[in-house]
């Protein structure tokens, strides 16, 4: 089982004068996907990488992303979606250090009007 990079993007973060500015990527593997790559867009807060319970002597620590994109139109929220659970894997670079790698997981999220 392989994975092929499909859709990328890249932001930096804010910088202030403690804190200089980081550039990250957001990699979309599709599982047996051998095509070319694409861009897609952030949201103005693209990734939140948060972490479960904070126990400092565990030696493996769960954590999940949630990303943020922009559908301009061109890319529909489908093209995301795999038959798979394993169908899309997610990684998040800071440069080239890895921070994060797991599988994409459709949430459902409705609105009352």
């Not at 202030?16 to 095509?35: A, H, M, R, W």
């Not at 769960?62 to 301009?72: M, R, Y």
Request: hydrophobic letters at 35%; charged letters at 15%; proline letters at 4%.
């Amino acid at each position: 089982m392989a994975y092929g990079l499909k859709y990328q993007t890249q932001f930096t973060s804010q910088s202030d004068v403690n804190t200089p500015e980081k550039s990250y990527t957001i990699q979309f593997l599709f599982k047996n996907y051998t095509g070319g790559v694409s861009s897609v867009i952030c949201g103005s807060t693209p990734v939140l990488h948060k972490y479960g319970v904070d126990e400092p002597f565990a030696p493996i620590k769960g954590s999940n992303v949630e990303i943020t994109l922009l559908n301009t139109g061109a890319l529909p929220l489908t093209s995301f979606y795999a038959d798979e659970d394993d169908g899309v894997q997610v990684i998040l670079l800071e440069g080239t250090n890895v921070l994060f790698i797991g599988l994409l997981c459709k949430r459902t999220v409705t609105k009352q009007w």
